[in-house]
């Protein structure tokens, strides 16, 4: 979900993805959605206003919420045993120019912000990849049709010197539109076989990259 980020002189980062900024404070982090977004088609780059893209990809004119809505649908309840690999969404708010999607920050045991996977790199700590493992197979038990196992929307948090964990922080791609491809996810998500292949073959994908 997030491209670039810098620092702040108030110690906060300031991120930005295709089609929103975040803002990253001591306690919650801000998605502020943008009035346009960058897609691609045929290799070729253009502007389109963030409401057709999101309705289009995520079947709402507003991402945030689309996201807020599959949080709850799907996330907001997880097993105990792996709560901690999931942020917390807090509350989707309208304002004038767009929305703001508010959810926790995550943070490592001495307080610096956990890091990306694309911004970690390779993790070599196998119970990290076990919780991983513990991870996809509850989201293809339940049959979430989360369709992006990108390495920015998952963040590498160090609970102690030892020990880290996975934590997924984007969960829009769960929110199926209206383009091709996700109208054949819509079709065959709830299919045993078709869902669990196409996330465990992007999982597989995922882990060759960083383990």
């Known amino acids: 979900m997030v491209s670039q980020r810098r620092a702040s002189t108030r110690g906060h980062i300031y991120a930005s993805g295709g089609h929103r900024r975040v803002r990253l404070g001591e306690r919650f982090a801000l998605k502020v959605s943008k009035d346009h977004t960058l897609s691609k088609l045929a290799g070729v780059s253009y502007r389109i206003p963030s409401w057709a893209h999101g309705f289009i990809r995520y079947g709402n004119t507003d991402i945030n919420r689309a996201e807020w809505d599959v949080y709850r649908r799907y996330f907001s309840n997880p097993p105990d045993e792996l ?38 790199g390779k993790v070599n ?3 990290f990849w076990k919780r991983f493992d513990e991870v996809a197979n509850w989201i293809v038990r339940n049959r979430i049709p989360l369709t992006d196992w990108n390495s920015n ?7 102690s010197a030892t020990e880290l964990i996975p934590v ?14 996700q109208m054949v996810h819509r ?25």
């Open 125 to 127: 700590n196998p119970l």
């Open 83 to 120: 709560s901690n690999s999931f942020v917390r969404v807090r509350r989707h708010v309208r304002v004038k120019r767009g929305s703001v999607l508010v959810s926790e920050t995550v943070k490592d045991f001495d307080g610096n912000y956990s890091r990306t996977l694309t911004d970690y």
């Open 187 to 211: 079709a065959t998500h709830k299919l045993p076989f078709f869902g669990k292949f196409r996330i465990m073959r992007k999982y597989a994908a995922l882990k060759q990259n960083f383990s």
């Open 168 to 181: 997924l922080i984007d969960y829009k791609s769960a929110a199926l539109g209206f383009s091709l491809s």
């Open 153 to 159: 929307n998952f963040v590498v948090k160090r609970v």
